[in-house]
């Protein structure tokens, strides 16, 4: 074993989070039918930026995924209710035609955090959409579900908020989320450079872009190890996995292990292990499922 991946695998990367995480970008990429008499799990991550639905088998491997980006809730709470309905429904609809599996039930997640009567709007937009809510798990913890970490913390930077989860002896024992995510990123970088939001938001997931402009993304990333490093003081944290889109950007890791003092690392496809982990909460769906 390398330094390096002895080094990821002691902070909780491991080859078993690597292939799943190779095998939920490749059901966003190619989403596969679903013979009837595999029992599925379904997941539905409604974040700030991109909305995505996730199916797995009962052992909670990826088989098809379906995204978007819709501006329907902003920082944990649905403001624009029938915008995220009927996002969800064109997602549902797409998988469903995709995997030829009907997507009876699923678990949502929210930041942790937010108020139970935002819980309650993240339950309608699925039940507007034709899929029963049975679960609502905050995001950090949804992410635990694949990374399995026992010891540490784990942070999700998405388009809107930066949630911490504290986990102790692989049990989540403090959360914490806080506004400030790649959204906030974007509006700097467009600030900075003199273009617009959604050039920025293109721009900065190309890697020669995030080498040669990290010294402007740098203060919003202190701001956003900030709001970690308050969410981990009192509590002995030896490591912190990065999930979220927002960690995409090369360095974040390094930025964030300086302002909290902690080792750090980033996840394979942060984006989507916070929508993969929600699926595992879901109970499984049989062949009655299947698309009348
Ligand atoms: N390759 C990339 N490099 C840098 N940033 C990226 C990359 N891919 C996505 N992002 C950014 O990540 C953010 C979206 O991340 P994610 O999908 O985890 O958020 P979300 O779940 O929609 O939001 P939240 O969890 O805050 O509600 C956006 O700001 C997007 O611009
Ligand atoms: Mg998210």
Known sequence: MSEATGERAAQGIDERVDALMARARAAIDFPQPIALDVPIRVGVDLGTAYTVITVTDAEGV???AATTFADVVRDGVVWDFAGASAVV????????????R???????????????SDARAH??????????????IDEPTAA??????????VVDIGG?????????????????DEPGGGTHLSLVLAGGLGMS????????????FQKRYLPLAVPVFERQ???????????????????????????????????TGVPCVVAPEPALVTPLGVAAFAPTITEDGALP
């Open 62 to 64: 990826p088989l098809a």
């Open 89 to 100: 429904l064109g997602l549902r609809e797409d998988l469903e035609q995709a995997t030829g």
């Open 102 to 116: 009907r997507l009876a039930c699923a678990a949502v997640t929210l930041p942790p955090g937010v108020d139970v």
């Open 123 to 136: 339950r309608y937009v699925l039940e507007s959409a034709g899929i029963e809510c049975v679960a609502v």
């Open 144 to 153: 635990n579900a694949v990374l399995r970490l026992r010891e540490g913390a």
């Open 160 to 176: 809107g908020t930066t949630g911490t989860a504290v986990v102790r002896g692989g049990v989540v024992v403090a959360t914490d």
């Open 197 to 208: 939001f959604e050039e920025a938001e293109l721009l900065k997931r190309d890697a020669a």
């Open 225 to 259: 190890a900030g709001i970690v490093a308050r969410a981990v003081a009192g509590y002995e944290v030896t490591q912190i996995v990065l999930v979220g889109g927002t960690c995409a950007f090369a360095g974040i890791d390094r930025v964030v292990a300086r302002v």
